[in-house]
């Protein structure tokens, strides 16, 4: 009777389940890659390296061309803080360094290594392989995490180093591991908790250890309830099942967000402006414990991740080991792709992935998925807008709790001051919004406008603000000048006068006084006044 | 009777209104910021001289006095036209000249005799340089102002579309072609190096 | 080739499905209606639907719109609606008139779908009623009422529908009747009491709900209604927040008054199914365009239109009040999206969480 009272308050949405986030969509899922065993990519031509592969500052090329790189060497050194460097995948030559395009939706480009492997694959071994890491020092651990380049594999690509942070003043209570996957087609983290569930507890466990959290939980969706009960397996039998537990949530797009996820575990939400850290919380993608396990305990730098190689045109879908630097092109033709031309490439899942023109584009970081779709698919989904029937779907959808369709019109309309009213800088750009909108309007697409809008107004009224001081401290100056040079020429002239005056009455006394007179009054003359204080 | 009556009573109401009304513009009078302040934080201060006043405060200072219209500014572009015929109350007027994209000065120094004429020209103080030194500019601070080029007696400063870079990158509006959106980027690529 | 941003993917919802979707629940109700008034009913559903579609294809082409737009189905939608709303014994020329005003006036003028304030059903219903108060308050004698007219073949409805009572030899009092509300106000308003009046009247619940009350063609039948209701909500193109809200804050004030003070206030379960109540809350008060966004929002639209049609049928001059109510609450909506919004992820309100 209760399961039954249950059943219908989730199916009117009155209490779906004890602390889930709000709206959120059910997807086609398509996931063809999923429970397939994962290969290795073979070794392309060449490899390419951009100099930034992570949010924050860009790395400096430590290579010249024509030098032997091994794998795992250090090529790019990470400049500022928010900055991881970037090692080479195998080894070879170093055979340019020039401008390419990257994976970014402007078609834009970086300053890029390009190597050619020599076939050898030697390993660079400077890294000491640390497996007693709950000896070690939470910095040294850091620094390691930092050296070995990783930055969350999740998609944000973020410096994971910045995360694990011990702080006294926000002690992390719960670590939690994001086993979710809710993209599409992607099945890349699912895969790698089948094969790799040891090494990525371990890295949870690492994580655990550098900031002093006291529980974790592994977060997975009961559409991969195979992989929960393989974590489940692998924490009891690393005996860590006191602090570490496995919870199931029930599929719903976009929960592998990091806030939605943070909010349907522990029902708190991340205070706007303020990081999970602020509530004790920090998430880690599954990924990127792995990575963080390869760099403690194996001394490997991060050179090569876990791709879902899938979409509807390609014949022999895959999940690949990919080294950094692949050309895009290459590891398709690997999944039996004939020709690059008549497909889209997307480049990460469906929902948040951007749509790669050019096909030489390298395998970074942030790769999660690589999708060969025909072009009739992507078409159909970018539908050509009709007008907003103000239905309120994108509403219900939106996890964020923003109004999507006037959010839009106000983008649209450029009246991006309400567009801010109506909290556009909450958006998280899932894309649960435009996937539901039934006249396929491309809210997301009005939203990033919006933003990039935005933050443009902002520079250019900080530009503004800059010149205007600097005018004015011109003008300033300048009149400065003027009147110091106009209080010199005064000077000049009361001196000039009384020059004349001492002149006029020196003529004046020559006519009716003595010679004598006449001398002394000259060596009475004032003395010359002080020049103008300059 | 009635008439008496009606008339006492509107011009009591009168009275007191006119009572209400003097002590409310009395408590409530804020001490606003002088319109020509407002219009000058609109302003993008690129100090250009292109409407016709010298710097962006003297144009501030004749819109908020009526004296000229409000469509003069070209830099500031059609938003910043739409925002001051805004705070006027005016209706607003298309902007005559073209909207061009954004620009800064870029001096060829292997031309430069170092005649700090172009330095003083600058009303941003951008341009760096001693006599019979080469000057450069600070790209930087540079408002795209064009003042310095008439000094210049070499002829040897150019004006260079801003490059943009990956992190001013913003997404174009929906419906923008993707091929419109290489070429723009291209074109400003061949500009200076970053 | 144009710059794509994410999604990739999308639901295949579209306007055109959402339109058929309602049009398909609506047809539970259109049968029932041709079952109550015979060929009548089958003509003015026809004329309310061609002429509605033909002013939108006439509108799209003078305002060079996208002819396409036509067959998104919400042209036809509304001269469904709108033949639902309408007493079988209007004649042709009301029905052309109400379906123009419609698409013109309630929705080409505003810039077209998504656009207009009002629905446009509903406001060409009210313009008629205020018009043409005598034929919108005269309501047929259902076939299966015990009528014992033999009006309701092919040749005397269309006699009937062209060219008034006059062509087939009857008189409006003749073939009309009062509708259960209406004749509720009209019998309080002389100081007979609730009970007494329904009773005078044989007004039955069960017939109500299965359908043999006179009222407009859609009013029929509440359990056809609520069929092709639920399925909308099952199919999720309307969601449940407004026609619940709706419903229920009728009922419950039906109820509290008519504890307070039976003799004057009708019952709660005659106030659900009496009138256009179940029609507006599932068909006319969730049309997307003229109700809120948000779900918060919606339960106060519901709200409000229940307050309203309550105290309309109750304190108004009009007996039935769900579509001013409806109406009045379009004006509201922008109104409500403004100030009802949703909470914002990490916004807390003054009690915020630990």
New interface residues.
Partial sequence: MFNLLHTIKHA??LTPQSHA??GG?H??EFKRTATKASEQCPMPRVLMYPVKQHIGQACEPLVKVGDRVLRGQKIGKSQGYVSVPIHASTSGIVTKIENHIIP?????G?PTIFVEPDGLDEVDESLIPLPNYRSLSPVELRERVRIAGIAGLGGAVFPTFIKLLKDKLHSIETVILNGIECE?WLTNDHQLMLEKSHQIITGLDIVMHMVGAQSAIVAIEDNTMDAAFVMQNAVEDMKLSQVIKVEVLPTIYPQGGE?QLI?ALTG???????LPIHIGVLSTNVGTAKAIHDAVCLGEAMTERLVTVSGDALPSPKNMFVRFGTPVCFVLEQCGLDSCDDV?I?H?G??????L?PTDIPVVKASNGLLA?KKAT?M????E????????????A??????P??LAMHC?E?QFERAEN??LF?CI?C?AC???????I?L???F??G???V??IR??KV??????Q??E??DLRLRKEQEEKEEKRRIAQEKKEARAAALAAQAAAATDVADEALTETVSEKPAPTPKAES | MHILLSLSVFSGFALLVGIGLAFASRYFHVEGDPLADKIDALLPQTQCGQCGYPGCRPYANAVAALEVDVNHCVPGGERTMLQIADMMGVEPKAIEAEETAPVVAFIREDECIGCTLCIKACPVDCIIGAPKQYHTIITDHCTGCTLCLEPCPVDCIDMLEVPETLEKWAWPVPGTERAKVGVERKHQHEGIDV | MILLSSPHQHSGNSIQLTMFTVIIALIPAAMVSVYLYGWLAFLLLTMCIGASMLTEYVCLHLMKRDIKRLWDGSAALTGLLLALTLPAAVPWWMALFASVFAIVLGKQLYGGLGYNLFNPALSARVVLLISFPLQMTSWMIPMHAGATLDMYDFGTSLQFFFFGPDAVKQTWDAVTMASPLGYLKTELGQGVTVSQALSDYHYSTFYAFIGREAGSLGEGSALALLFGGVYLLARKTISWHIPITYIATVAALAWVFNLINPDVYAPAMFHVLAGGLILCAFFMATDPVSSPSSAIGKIAFGFGCGLLTWVIRTFGNYPEGAMFAVILMNCMVPLIDYYIRPRVYGYFRKRAKA
């Fill in positions: 009117l949405h986030f709000r969509v997807l086609s970014h939706p402007s078609g834009m970086l599409p806030k909010q708190k939400e991340v205070p706007a402006g303020r889209n997307i990460g469906p929902m948040m992935g951007e749509i023109r779709m992507v159909a989904s970018h539908h807008e009709e007008p907003c029937i103000r239905c309120g779907d994108c509403s219900d939106c996890p964020a709790g923003l109004m369709n006037l649209k450029e109506y909290q909450d750009e894309g435009s996937y539901v909108c039934p006249s396929h491309p997301v697409h009005y990033r406008f933003k990039g809008q933050a443009k520079r250019e530009f503004a603000e800059e010149s205007r600097r005018s401290s011109r």
